[in-house]
């Protein structure tokens, strides 16, 4: 998917057994009843059977503003213990046209024209992108330690999937590998849980570090701030390394003056930019 992929699913997306809509949140089924499908209501409109897409008037969305539908229908699905059922084709201008498939364990996938549909039943394709082997791709150098946000492991059919979920905001994402939902997690933590980091401008303190300190102080500072133009995910990368920046300076600290009692207070000051918790 690019951010240029303008595309259209035609045909419907159901439940073996329709969703009472008093048992869904309204937000979800609003996030179901604009843009490029129309609800399928059953039981005199009391319940969501599925969604059918708008047709080739209202259909053609982009092709984020789809996933996020097929997401909202497997995480309905899931947490209401329904199976999927697709009878739909997609056409989209950069990836082709094909058949979209529901695997053995909820997800979508788009089967192009020359794919077997079995590979995706069995997820022996590369559709998701965790899977792709790359030792950049979801990467976490650093683990933060907070029990309210858990990844757990939830089975899927044959599968395994990882449920991300937070005390405070519910379900956050549920991805199909262990290693994407760590990252998921992190980038939870910084979009919802993580307060600005202090601002270290020409302070009284920042005048106080020996220059070794500042430097790096600075180099974290500056990778935070960076990490602020990007989306959670690519954020991650910039936080890690001003984590790094921060160990560094707080290394600088001790190996400067070990036993200066008004280290203590420097010390401080990178202790908390070096913190691990979502408060520092
Ligand atoms: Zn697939
Ligand atoms: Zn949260």
Do not use: K
Request: hydrophobic share 40%.
């Amino acid at each position: 998917m690019s951010d240029e992929d303008e595309m259209i699913y035609r045909g419907r997306i159901t439940f073996d057994v329709p969703v009472p809509l008093s048992e869904i949140e309204p937000e979800t089924v609003e996030r179901l009843s604009y843009g490029p499908v129309i609800p399928l209501y059953t039981d005199l409109g009391r319940a969501l059977g599925g969604v059918r897409g708008a047709g080739d008037e209202n259909g053609w969305a982009h092709s984020g503003v789809w996933f996020d539908v097929l997401r909202t229908l497997e995480a309905i699905a899931r947490r209401h213990e329904r199976a999927l059922d697709a009878d739909a084709t997609f056409d989209s201008d950069e990836r082709g046209r094909g058949r979209l498939v529901v695997d053995a364990g909820g997800r979508f996938h788009d089967c192009q024209e020359d794919e077997q549909p079995e590979w995706h039943r069995t997820r022996a394709c590369r559709c998701f992108p965790a899977r792709i082997d790359s030792p950049t791709l979801f990467a976490v150098a650093d683990v933060t330690e907070d029990e309210r946000i858990t990844v757990r492991p939830m089975p899927a059919g044959p599968f395994t999937d990882y449920a991300v979920v937070c005390e405070d905001h519910g379900d956050v994402a549920c991805p199909t590998t262990e290693r994407e939902a760590v990252f998921r997690r992190e980038a939870h933590i910084i979009e919802a849980h993580t307060a600005h980091p202090l601002p270290l401008g020409r302070t009284g303190a920042a005048q106080a570090l020996p220059p070794a300190v500042l430097g790096q102080l600075q180099a974290a500072a500056g990778e935070l701030r960076r990490g602020r133009s990007y989306a959670a995910p690519l954020a991650i990368r910039h936080r890690d390394a001003a984590r790094e920046h921060a160990r560094q300076a707080a290394a600088e600290l001790r190996r400067l003056s070990p036993s200066d009692p008004t280290d203590t207070l420097l010390h401080l000051v990178a202790e908390l930019l070096a913190d691990t918790s979502p408060h520092a």
